[in-house]
């Protein structure tokens, strides 16, 4: 009872695609031939279908509506049906792309299901329809969710919160209504904790230039993103790209990107970065033991520190790891002074503290580290 793109419940690391779907799928295979009335409810609770108050006979707008409805439905739920989402805005594409021809063609299948007479559709109008404005805002919406899916890497999860942000604030400008010839061209989102929709605002372009003298199709709007929980901001930007991390590796670096984003600028060279060193040099030791433990087949008998991980990377070949950050150990080993200093409570500059964040983000350690427990994890499943 998983989406397919979330992270498997057993704690491998790995996509529940990738892990214990087909065991699972068998088990319900073997389970529905006597299922028990815990499995049933499960089971119906999952394939639930999403309703929504909005009648899609009563015009094109209302079927748009309908459909961000049931989507902000499945996204907001505790596990996600990867399949009927990207079905849902494949079907407002449409909906934007054809008009009315694939309208009516929605209207048939409803009269069908509700086993009313094809005659019916006579009397469906299309109107209200919607605006120009209103098909670009849904059409970019759409595409987003779209292209969340296309981009996915092998180990990455979907951002299934940005996607329930961006549903709703397009369910919500539509449903207010835009005007026909407002040319739009971005949408401020204000996003609180658990991404969940503050506020939003359309971006209009007063002399033009953005979008009414084009193709509509051709048309490409920002949801610039207004983050009003700098930590979860963060920490949401790295959980869906470095999902082989541990949870506490993903907390430290999220804060200390924000509290070395709180320092002004003009002070660098007055404050230590004696603590924000030392999460970089913390998280890094942590990650690079456990990686070495899968390499190895089996947990550490020593817990090896920092000087020990640099002779360790040195001598040893650790796929995705050594192949992606050329002579890690010695960039490694090249800090070990620094590491040690911080360590000690003394005093680091911010060019010292810039040298290990380099090293764990530009370089895309903390990335290899994270894609190779990925590919370890499914060896071992």
Known sequence: MFGRNEPCPCGSGKKYKKCCLPKDEAKMLELSKNPSLSEVQAHNQYFQPATTSHNSLQGM????????????????????????????????????????????QVVSEILEMKGLPSSARSK??????????????????????LAEYAFLGEYDTADYGAMKAIMECCYQAVARGIEEQADLWSVRMFVDTNNQLVDWELQLSEDGVYGLDKDERKVIIDFEWNSLDEIENEYEKYAHTLTGLREESLKTLATA?????????????????????????????????????????????????????????QNQHIPIVSDNVELLGDKLKALHALRNRAAHGEFITYEEFAAIKELALDSNLLWSISQAKSVYAEQQA
């Open 61 to 104: 707008k209302e079927l748009a509506l309908a459909l961000m409805d049931q989507m902000g439905t499945y996204l907001r739920r505790e596990h996600k049906r990867d399949d009927v989402i990207h079905f849902l805005a494949k079907d407002l594409m449409k909906l934007v792309d054809e008009g009315e021809r694939y309208y009516f």
């Open 124 to 145: 469906v109008k299309a109107e209200p329809a919607l605006t120009r404005a209103e098909r670009i805002l849904i059409r970019n919406a759409a595409q987003s969710i």
């Open 257 to 313: 990107i924000v509290q070395e984003s709180s320092i002004p600028r003009k002070s660098v060279d007055k404050i230590s970065y004696t603590g924000l060193a030392m999460n970089y040099f913390g998280l890094l030791e942590q990650e690079l033991r456990d990686v070495i433990s899968l390499h190895e087949g089996a947990p550490s008998l020593k817990k090896r520190m920092w000087w020990e991980l640099c002779e360790y990377l």
